[in-house]
Each structure stands twice: as C-alpha cells, then as structure tokens.
C-alpha cells in the first residue's frame, strides 16, 4: 500500500513568514512529485512539480525533495493571507495514478 | 497551466436520477483521465481511471455499474451517476495527465458539487 503522510495541520503563520509544509512517502521507487493548491470548495491547483533531488524553486515557493529520507517539503516565502489554503503533496511511482496525502491546512493571519 | 473544462459546477437532482458531468480537456489530449470523490473535511479519493477508447479501471469499493465513465475521446470523458442516493451528495473532480510517463503532470476540473434530495 503506497501512502503519502503530512500533517493535517492547522499550520499557523504569520503574514510575511515562511511557511514549511512536509509530506513523507512510503514507495522508495516514487519518482515525481507535485505540490497542490485548495482551497475551501475547490479543485486542486498544481503549483509545483520536482523530480530530482535538492531545491526547485518558483517565486515565492520554494519545493525540497529528498529521495533518501523519502521526504519533500513545500517552502513558502513572505506568507500572504491569500496562501490559506489546503495544500496536497502527491507521488507517482511511473505510470500509476497519483497518490494524494491527506493535505495540510495553512492558516496565514494578517 | 493547462485547462481542465468540467461541467456542470453543481447539480441537484432528485433522488433516483440519474446525472451526468463532463470532463473536457481544452489545450491538450489526454489518453488518461480520472475521477476523484471528496467529501467535506476530507481528502481526494480516487474513483476511477479513464482511458480514451476501453473500458475505465475502477478503484476497490467504487461500483462500475452506479457510476458509468466514458472516455470516448482525447479530450471528453464523461461520468454518469445512475440511480443517484442522497449519500452519492459529494464534490466530484475529474483530472487529467498531461504528458505521459513519469514526466506527465495533472490537472483538474473545477469540480462538481453534487447533491441528491
């Protein structure tokens, strides 16, 4: 059974802080990774996607994968209100559907 | 990114019906496209796979004959709630992999609230 785990969260966070979101998987053969967006009532947004080891980054956001520790993260500079959102890391492991976490609630306060 | 077209955005039916939402990718074709369920407060589920021109993959629970996918071309698949319950009320989201492989990444549709009195 492949499974995806973060923390449900709420993560609290001041506006203008870095919010760090963390997502840990269980197939060591997983090769690509994506971060989405939700928000309350919606579908998932991609924001990122990363498929080697080290640091993606892409304005404010910041993806970190660490196939070792099979671990990836989500870093978001200068946290806006607007960033409150759900956030779902998602694995494939090839040709496979992907597998979702559950999804960390991100709570910015202004 | 790329565009996930789905329709209708909310539904409400009497129970018994049947309803159908459709899933159309507008900038690229797509051989794969997959339905997800979520209920309030909880994660994605994956209903089905859908693949352009056989038969959809559905996931272990999710029965085939209550929920009918059709994937009859690159860019529409279509999934029909037959005989819909009150306990079918849900927000139902296609998506579909643009690119293929390891490489190909997913997108989604807007969504659809369903909700059966």
């Known amino acids: 059974q492949k499974e995806v785990e973060q923390n449900s969260g709420p993560l609290s966070v001041p506006e203008g802080a870095i919010a760090s979101l963390n997502c840990t998987y269980s197939?060591?053969?997983?090769?690509?990774f994506f971060w989405y967006r939700q928000y309350s009532g919606k579908s998932p947004e991609l924001i990122m996607s990363?498929?080697?080891?080290g640091d993606k980054e892409d304005g404010r956001f910041t993806a970190q994968l660490n196939k070792a520790s099979q671990y990836v993260s989500l870093l978001i500079r200068d946290s806006q209100p607007s960033d409150s959102a759900t956030y779902l890391c998602?694995?494939?492991?090839?040709?496979?559907?992907?597998?979702f976490g559950k999804g960390t609630m991100l709570l910015v306060s202004p | 990114g790329a565009v996930v077209s789905q329709h209708p955005s909310w539904v409400i039916c009497k129970s018994g019906t049947s309803v159908k939402i459709e899933c159309r990718s507008l900038d690229f074709q797509a051989t794969t496209m997959f339905w997800y369920r979520q209920f309030p407060k909880q994660s994605l589920m994956l209903m089905a796979t859908s693949n352009e021109g056989s038969k959809a993959t559905y996931e272990q629970g999710v029965e085939k004959d209550k929920f009918l996918i059709n994937h009859a071309s690159l860019t529409l698949s279509t999934l029909t709630v037959t005989s819909a319950h009150p306990e079918d009320s849900s927000f139902y989201i296609c998506?579909?992999?643009?690119?293929?492989?390891?490489?190909?990444?997913?997108?989604f549709g807007e969504g659809s609230r369903l909700t059966v009195l």
């Open positions: 998506s579909a992999r643009r690119g293929t492989g390891l490489i190909g990444e997913l997108f």
């Open positions: 998602a694995v494939n492991g090839g040709y496979s559907t992907l597998t």
């Open positions: 990363i498929y080697s080891n």
């Open positions: 197939d060591r053969g997983s090769q690509s």
